[in-house]
């Protein structure tokens, strides 16, 4: 991408003094224009932040977002396999959305015109970019954005906006409640300082006599997950206390959890690519001391890309800790997926996370779960006493692995992930 005209950057005394730094959104499949993009937004601003979101890898932004954290927006003609001008339209219905600038072939005038008739505030050509022009145009929807922002600040909207059932969570505007919990409810939110859709998660005040404990679990959460950045385990972008309340904000799935895809069927590849997902997370997980001890298809979700992400380490524990924050023998986590020894209450480690991972293949397997009863405690019976399960004929090259990993003992499991992990590439391998 070669540059236009070029023009002084914009210094601390223009349009961003005495605020925080521009934030722009870029929108694009194409990592070159992306790039040449960001470049060009930090000469005129140089402490500008750009967040790039790519339709084809992270899908299509929530119908419910409208870009609260951002500036401007800088869109191409070609997002989504040329469907630029339909997510033109699409974001400019929304609230009070940024300025849209839009990025389109310099061949094509009759989209230029289209794009400012729908409302973007800028064409440039994306062959050329021209530094004077783009930077016109930011400087003017930045401080028109400022200005609307202020105004609405004024105003009661934020914080109608920004109440989440009891409390009010400033910074975050309400989108829908998701789910209520014994010990907290579940909200759909877009954070501001996020800059994207989060899950909120907000500590109830009406767990009674066991409320330290609850907010020692739910702080537990928050600490032991965001010391972790890995693929395969959810990010945690927020804590904080409102209204007595304490909140984490947490990454958004939009695809779900592994569930959905479960009851559809899962191809054996699939199920051994989702498998290896978990491991990895595990892997990472146990090296700094944390068991799960919850695992299972609801606590497993699915990013837009097709990865997986663990979540919900509520009941979560630090091999370190020194007093355990549950009752001696007291059992948490979910029958189906127990290993024998959580589901009697004895001393866990690695190995019994392990087990669940093996009940979560069998499931992906073959949309079944392999040890069924009429109450809770008549599973956690077969777990330690049943048959193994097995596999169909077609399905038997993944027995050896399923047999170590549901093994009634923890001794003849798979010593870690890690060694899980080996078994599986070479699995993956020997049948490539």
């Known amino acids: 991408m070669s540059s236009g005209s070029s023009i002084p950057a914009a210094g601390p005394s223009s349009t961003t003094s005495g605020a925080h730094p521009p934030r722009v959104l870029i929108i694009t499949d194409q990592t070159s224009l992306a790039r040449a993009l960001e470049q060009h937004v930090s000469i005129i601003f140089p402490d500008a932040e750009c967040r790039i979101h790519a339709p084809l890898h992270s899908g ?128 759909l939110a877009e954070s501001e300082r996020a800059g994207e859709m989060v899950v909120l998660k907000v500590l109830r005040d009406d767990t009674g006599k066991d409320d330290s404990l609850h907010f020692s679990r739910f702080l537990q959460e928050y600490e032991l997950i965001s010391k972790i950045r890995h693929p395969n385990v959810v990010r945690i972008l927020d804590l904080g206390i409102a209204d007595d309340h304490a909140y984490i904000a947490m990454e958004y799935f939009p695809r779900g959890d592994l569930r959905s895809h479960i009851a559809k069927g899962m191809r054996s590849t699939d199920a051994v690519k989702a498998l290896i997902d978990m491991a990895s997370a595990l892997e990472v997980v146990h090296t700094i001391g944390v068991l799960h001890r919850d695992l299972k298809p609801g606590n497993v979700m699915v990013r837009s890309d ?57 499931e992906m397997l073959t949309g079944k779960k392999p040890f069924l009863a009429a109450n809770p405690m008549a599973v956690i019976y077969q777990h330690a006493n049943a048959p193994r399960p ?43």
Not at 83 to 95: I, Y
Not at 404 to 421: G, H, I, K, W
Request: aromatic share 8%; glycine share 8%; with cysteine.
């Open 306 to 362: 097709g990865s997986l992400a663990l979540i919900d380490f509520g009941l979560a524990k630090h091999c370190a800790v020194e007093v355990d924050i549950t009752a001696a023998g007291q059992i948490f986590g979910t029958p189906y997926y127990m290993s024998p020894e959580q589901g009697h209450g004895q001393k866990l480690d690695e190995r019994s996370d392990l087990y669940s991972l093996g009940v979560i293949f069998y």
């Open 60 to 187: 299509r932004l929530h119908r419910a977002f409208i870009a609260s954290g951002y500036d401007a927006v800088l869109l191409d003609d070609k997002a989504e396999r040329g469907l630029g001008s339909e997510w033109l339209e699409s974001l400019l219905n929304r609230a009070h959305f940024p300025p849209v600038v839009y990025i389109a072939p310099s061949d094509n005038p009759a989209r230029a015109t289209q794009v400012l008739k729908l409302g973007a505030i800028e064409c440039i050509a994306r062959e050329r970019i021209d530094n004077r022009k783009l930077a016109n145009a930011l400087l003017e929807g930045v401080s028109r954005r400022r200005h609307e922002s202020a105004l609405l600040r004024t105003s009661t909207h934020v914080e109608e906006q920004a109440r989440f059932g009891p409390i009010t969570i400033l910074g975050h505007r309400f989108v829908q409640e998701l789910a209520v919990g014994g010990t907290s409810l579940v909200y």
């Open 390 to 432: 097995r596999l169909e004929a077609e399905l038997s090259r993944y027995q050896p692995v399923l047999n170590r990993l549901l093994a009634q003992s923890a001794v003849e499991r798979f010593a870690s992930a890690n060694e899980l992990l080996v078994d599986l590439h070479a699995l993956n391998e020997a049948h490539a």
